[in-house]
T-cell receptor, first 113, second 116 residues
């Protein structure tokens, strides 16, 4: 079975600073990895996804994530955040192309002016 | 091109009543997933349905909860005899196929259920 751990429940950061949101997964099989963003009172939107190939994945809104197989991590990064990036970010894993998504508990990114 | 539509957005029920949550998937999507979001707990998978079939209900509580996705009409998540612990945001997601990578999930804005 797959599982996802997001160690940071909240990450406060000032505008234009870099940010990293951490995600670790566990799985006995090859996985698909995803990052989703949830703005207040809305559903989740896909930021980026990884299956194989280059370990650095670029997504929307200037976000990117790096897959590290040895550390079983898929951390999300942005070099310079904006106030509008304030939201909840969820890491998710799927064990195969017909397997359901398993989500982490989320990290609330709060960007201050 | 409408996205995933969930209604109602907010639902208030007294303990013991029934709650019906509706989800209309995106056009062309025949795969529907229901998730429940509790504070500090992220999203928990509940059930995965295709038209007229329940594919995976491993996340559904054994009692009081049921889901359907009929040939015509929206998917329905039904909670009978609600209790305060059922208060949560319920999200529906749809996809054109079961391929989680090539057909990522599209989420609705959720139904926030409050049980008083």
């Amino acid at each position: 079975a797959q599982s996802v751990t997001q160690l940071d429940s909240q990450v406060p950061v000032f505008e234009e600073a870099p940010v990293e949101l951490r995600c670790n997964y566990s799985s006995s099989v090859s996985v698909y990895l995803f990052w989703y963003v949830q703005y207040p009172n809305q559903g989740l939107q896909l930021l980026l996804k990884y299956l194989s190939g280059s370990t650095l994945v670029k997504g929307i809104n200037g976000f990117e994530a790096e897959f590290n197989k040895s550390q079983t991590s898929f951390h999300l990064r942005k070099p310079s955040v904006h106030i509008s990036d304030t939201a909840e970010y969820f890491c998710a894993v799927s064990g195969g192309n017909t397997d359901k998504l398993i989500f982490g508990t989320g990290t609330r990114l709060q960007v201050f002016p | 091109n409408a996205g995933v539509m969930q209604n109602p957005r907010h639902l208030v029920r007294r303990r013991g009543q029934e709650a019906r949550l509706r989800c209309s998937p995106m056009k062309g999507h025949s795969h529907v997933y229901w998730y429940r979001q509790l504070p500090e707990e992220g999203l928990k998978f509940m059930v995965y349905l295709q038209k007229e079939n329940i594919i995976d209900e491993s996340g559904m509580p054994k009692e009081r909860f049921s889901a359907e996705f009929p040939k015509e009409g929206p998917s329905i998540l039904r909670i009978q005899q609600v209790v305060r612990g059922d208060s949560a945001a319920y999200f529906c997601a749809s996809s054109p196929s079961s391929d989680a990578y090539n057909s990522p999930l599209h989420f609705g804005n959720g139904t926030r259920l409050t049980v008083t």
